[in-house]
């Protein structure tokens, strides 16, 4: 039986058709005047998703790459950084700060528990902070922060650094750089920004730029400062995946024309169904701050990871992800970002009730999608 | 007139359309039993373009971001490193090692003239140095170093590394990582392998892992180890550019149809005849050592870069490349690399003929292509 492929993996993510398109064209030359001008409309285009007036800079690589450029452009070796560990993403900070000689204080938090405002404010009144690094939302937990909460905060500290990792929260939550404060943003091509992997993004605010100028540790292809000297030719200091770039532009264009408010509506009316559909099917959310962008559901008691997401794949071909490290058997996770709309949550929702009964679970037909098509229906 | 696009930059090159399609399915994960099973054909199709046993790791990013990742993985902190300085890239690559914080010998020779082995040996001889940097081909003068004598007197010298920066040569000149003795090859995407820009690869022999375990720079995402580590399990430290990955599949069987040594032949073929075309119309090259992988023509006198290059493109849609740095206005440049056979070359060197018509020059028409035809029926 014809069963469409669906990606619900948080990231890489379901890409549409125009931008795959855009990406069977002809490979052109990234030196030219035409190539120049898509370059110049990509960051206007990206700072209106970052909501920023700062440059955002292109670095060709993944998320990490990306972060990396906007902390070894920035912090001086040795600095003290304050991060936030609470799930394999804000883990992997840690190690990256460690990894550069950084003295990390890590913030230890559960799982699925997000940091507080308050909490930052008592850690970072010990003093002496250069930065902050924070997972917006940890796509391996489903956790949401409260950035706008926490900058206010951080901004009381001086000119202590806020570096947000925002690969899944930029373009699918509210996010307002410059309203905030924000001093890093960093986002990948993968996720909400509906390309495929390849794309690493990072703003930095004018205390960001500041910093920069003074202080950073050895780097080349990462350092920041030959990216900031050739933006001003909108051009780039290596080759930049020039397709991606271009077919970047058509995905933003997307973004542009429901307008970013109209997305991150979108996005939380349909993470919004997909845990009222799972609630209603008997399943608890894994995140006590459950994020938007991708939701981590419980498994029911006798449910094995491997039936469950083999069944999604094997008979209804939907791709959804597991949980990673320790929450490996006791989650799964579908992604909300990008292209993704309403009818393919209630898709999920729908094969997931189908799923249950296969896993010889008791299930009343129509109560996940049900619930959910209640939520849906606040979005119009 | 209809024009056809046809792109002669020595990188991005033309891609096949085969994997332009490819590069247009929809998206999937790359954590999947399927990829893993492509990953490790790229592996495999990857040491045969090496032409080595040895393990092929992949980047996401520019053929700069997998000089850094051998670079930084393998040589310890203020070491002593000779790089022939004798073109743009060479001159990158000295830059870099001096960002780094290492002594850096520089072997500086005039644009266009390439180190002889015996020069090497010389430098050497001074004793202390931990690696050679090398280009290849390099892409800005056109000028290919005889690597394999080279590779010979490196060997004498104990465990002196040598980083051959093969961008545009691995999969366009005959290139033996194995059988030479290279220590560290790099190439990137976007030039023999027929791909976007997007991928770097490098390559270690064992005397270049057993250094990685031993002295490294402070590093993360270039971390050569994380990828070792990975690779065990046909996986990538970092999220892949995972759609270049499989469209690099596409090309590189390409590659392994035609046979390795039968694109090398074709390359050089084509480099041949286009240099003879050149020549009949009374053109001298730049480069006292040709490379085949990319040409570069000196202009002959009262012909500006502006109004020879800017008539092909706007006339005839054919897009080749200008000189870099001291070079630019003295020099044109021609790709002969991966998805381009004799007819693309003939349709080059026969719009040289309109061009110089155009451009007020005399030419007798059939010259250059009549030359060009003459070298290419070698071919068969």
């Known amino acids: 039986m ?15 058709e125009a931008t795959l398109l855009q990406l069977a064209k002809p490979v052109t030359h990234h030196r030219t005047t035409e190539f120049r001008k898509l370059f110049a409309e990509l960051q206007t285009l990206l700072q209106y998703v970052f909501q920023t007036k700062n440059t955002v800079y292109t670095i060709t690589g993944s998320g990490t790459a990306a972060f990396e450029a906007a902390f070894t452009s920035t912090i001086a070796p040795g600095s003290k950084v304050l991060n936030v560990t609470n799930g394999k993403f804000a883990e992997r900070w840690a190690a990256y700060g460690k990894a ?20 930052i404010d008592t850690e970072l009144k010990a003093g002496g902070f250069a930065a902050v690094t924070l997972v917006h939302s940890e796509t391996s937990t489903a956790t949401v922060a409260d950035l706008a909460a926490i900058a206010k905060v951080v901004r009381k500290h001086g000119d202590v650094l806020l570096i947000v990792d925002g690969i ?44 920069m100028e003074k202080a950073k540790l050895q780097n080349f292809y990462f350092d920041l400062k030959k990216y900031k000297k050739s933006i001003a030719d909108s051009d780039t200091p290596f080759t930049p995946a020039n397709t991606l770039i271009e077919a970047q532009l058509t995905s933003l264009r997307m973004i542009q024309q429901e307008t970013i408010e109209g997305v991150w509506k979108r996005t939380a009316g349909v993470a919004a169904a997909f845990r009222a559909g799972m609630k209603a099917l008997g399943f608890e959310m894994f995140s006590k701050s459950p994020a938007d962008s991708v939701t981590a559901v419980r498994y029911l008691d006798g449910i094995t990871d491997k039936d469950f ?36 949550c209630l898709a999920v929702v729908a094969a ?3 799923t249950l009964k296969k896993l010889g679970k008791p299930v009343q037909f129509g109560a996940g999608v049900g619930a959910a098509q209640k939520v849906l229906s606040e979005l119009f």
């Open 2 to 16: 014809l069963m469409k492929y669906r990606l619900f993996t948080p990231g890489p993510t379901s890409v549409p």
């Open 309 to 344: 997401r083999g069944t999604l794949k094997n008979q209804h071909n939907i791709h959804v992800a597991g949980g990673q490290g320790t929450m490996e058997g006791q989650i799964f996770r579908v992604n909300h970002m990008g292209y993704s709309d309403i009818y393919d």
């Open 100 to 119: 550069f000689g950084m003295d990390v204080k890590e913030l230890k938090l559960p799982y699925g528990e997000p940091a507080t405002a308050e909490q």
């Open 352 to 354: 997931i009730e189908h």
């Open 168 to 211: 899944t929260s930029i373009g699918a939550l509210p996010f307002k750089m410059d309203e905030w404060g924000v001093d890093i943003a960093i986002t990948g091509s993968q996720k909400s920004l509906m390309l495929p992997p390849g794309l690493g993004y990072v703003s930095l605010s004018p205390r960001a730029e500041a910093a």
